[in-house]
């Protein structure tokens, strides 16, 4: 039986035995592990770092001791004392082998660090949001018939756009008497109604006639990657795009090996959401 332990690197699920004082980096390097070093190992630059786990890893089998790499040196407590460095942290040059181990190898300490292409695919659709804008003129308080502005708002939405029952949070109802008088009794909302919702709900609105821009966001929340598009509502354009690795990815490509709390794995249909 050898007494080489068992490295297994994270997030590649790279693993291999070494020898007792192997240096992590060194068996990074042996193993093809994604592992930066830009001053050879001299404790200088830092690109090195990794996160060692303790404990129990079930799904690799394996038990990690606390001792499973040698004690922090002073290299370390030098580079951590002038630059700073997330507790937990070690200098993969430093820390070597000393027991079965599971390392963890940061976004930051990989050379090829991953770029998100997840372009949203250009075809032709017919626009149809949820959101609209909805120019209205609202009917001016009469003293022979009280009534209070949201209520003649809602009157104006259903009389001019056939807009049934409306919802506002309070915000908008703080600002709906302002918006009211400096339009002279005519302002333009964002109205939101989804295909199941029950009732219209008012996401924001301005005096007068409003043609700004109607901004979405729709996210593409998917097991490796998340990716979001800034969409004009209007018509369909994506105006800005942006994505990053899921972090979970780390527990592993299979979903059942995450945590509970992620509930990661939508990935198509992605709606914009209006901002
Ligand atoms: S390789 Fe530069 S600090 Fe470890």
Known sequence: ??????????????????????????????????????????????????TPGY?????????VDDEALSEWN???????????????RRLGCQAKVMGDVVIDVPPESQVHKQVIRKSATERVIE?????????????????????GDFERLCAAL??????????ADLSILRRLQIALRKGEWKVTVALHKGNHDAQARILDIWPGYHEGPLLGLAI?????????????LADGRVLASSGLMNPQIRFGEDLMSRPLSCCCGWTSGAAPIPL
């Open 74 to 88: 002073s290299v370390e407590e030098r580079y951590k004392s002038k630059r700073g460095m997330i507790d937990g």
């Open 158 to 167: 259903a009389d001019q756009w056939q807009v049934g029952a409306v919802t």
């Open 55 to 63: 404990g129990e890893f079930p799904k690799h089998g394996v038990h």
């Open 220 to 232: 593409d929340l998917g097991s490796t990657t998340i990716a979001a598009h800034l969409c004009d």
């Open 127 to 147: 626009m149809d949001p949820a959101t609209k804008l909805y120019f209205v003129e609202v009917a001016e308080p009469d003293m022979d018939e009280p009534s």
């Open 1 to 50: 039986m050898s007494d080489d332990a068992l490295v297994i690197f994270t997030p590649s699920g790279k693993r291999g035995r070494f020898p007792l004082g192997t240096p992590v980096l060194t068996a990074a390097r042996q193993l093809g592990v994604d592992l930066d070093s830009v001053c050879g190992g001299r404790g200088i630059c830092s690109k090195c770092q990794i």
